[in-house]
């Protein structure tokens, strides 16, 4: 009997169809798991919208923020988190400090100045409401690799061993039980500066901000909310489940999930929203303007890095809206 064999042109053959195949396929199957990956991000965002309205009701209609004040003796098993402090943001910090201590079983993170806990670590209030524990994972994009990997091992995190990531040093401990997600500032700040009344504002850079120590903060109201179906709420800062590149949410070619402050979720893009205002100077006719330099973990720029606030700083803040409308006018 006589054995078959493959000939070598007939392997070569079939090797290349293969290889065909899984150049269609793969594509597909990556577009099919970022789709995927964007409804669970869509999931994590009304989670957010939910939490806004049932936090209201338990709470005199307060927005979920830090609720620790200045001038007050704080609830803390914590001597050093006790105060009174002398303003509402190093309150929030202690606030802050004390959630992650209680809920990431951290007693090794110190008292944290110079930060504003609001912007990446809302969400420890509702880990504290819903006495959950930390990392809580629905506040991370399943797209955030990076913050994946330091909430899953915050330890090496510490170590350093994970990379990119911050040069450890006092309080960067914090990191690992931050949130992919922004909160708008006016959700937790004034909605501008009138007279001495100062709210937060953005510094020069993307992920810089200034504050003035006397501002009010984690005071505001759902009833605040003008236009809430027009009003976003929470968003993913990153384009990270469409198109072929990752872009930064104030690049207009940006498509992201918005959650609204009525507790709707969509994929919006940002050539579609208002532009916004300065909040410290709330009468000009012009947006803030800032410079997208991405830290050591951030995606590159794309083009320009001169970029526009648009819902970030929403023109007048709670009063105002993002999409489906003209801008409110600041009142006078």
Request: hydrophobic share 40%; with cysteine.
């Amino acid at each position: 009997m006589k054995r078959r064999a493959f000939a070598l042109p007939d392997l070569l053959a079939v090797t290349l169809v293969l290889a065909a195949v899984a150049a269609l396929l793969l594509p597909a199957a990556s577009r099919t798991r970022r789709l995927s990956s964007l409804g669970e991000s869509m999931t994590n965002l009304r989670q957010y919208g939910c939490s806004l309205g049932s936090y209201a009701s338990d709470n005199v209609d307060r927005i979920f923020s830090f609720s620790w004040q200045a001038g007050v003796v704080n609830p803390t098993t914590y001597a050093d988190l006790r105060g009174p402090f002398g303003d509402d943001l190093s309150a929030a910090s202690a606030q802050a400090v004390d959630i992650m201590r209680r809920r990431a079983n951290r007693a090794d993170i110190p008292l944290i100045s110079s930060w504003i806990p609001h912007i990446k670590f809302s969400h420890l209030v509702l880990a504290d409401y819903y006495a959950a524990a930390l990392p809580l994972r629905w506040s991370i994009s399943p797209e955030d690799e990076r913050l994946q990997a330091w909430a899953n091992d915050p330890a090496a995190f510490d170590r350093g061993q994970l990379t990119p990531q911050p040069t450890p040093g006092p309080g960067t401990q914090r990191w690992p039980y931050s949130s992919t997600y922004e909160i708008g500032p006016a959700f937790y700040s004034p909605d501008y500066v009138v007279g001495a009344v100062g709210t937060v504002t953005q510094a020069t850079t993307h992920s810089t901000y200034q504050i003035l120590g006397g501002t009010l903060l984690g005071r505001r109201r759902t009833a605040e909310i003008a236009y809430s179906s027009q009003k976003a709420f929470a968003w993913d800062p990153y384009q990270r489940h469409l198109g072929p590149r990752i872009a930064y949410f104030m690049y207009p070619e940006a498509r992201v999930p918005i959650c609204f402050a009525d507790g709707s979720v969509a994929v919006r893009a940002t050539s579609s929203a208002n532009r916004g205002f300065n909040p410290s100077n709330p009468q000009a006719l012009f947006p803030t303007t800032l410079t997208y330099q991405p830290l050591s973990w951030e995606p590159p720029a794309l083009g320009g890095t001169n970029l526009t606030g648009m819902y970030r700083w929403t023109r007048p803040g709670l009063l105002g809206r993002d999409f489906d409308g003209d801008e409110i006018a600041t009142p006078r």
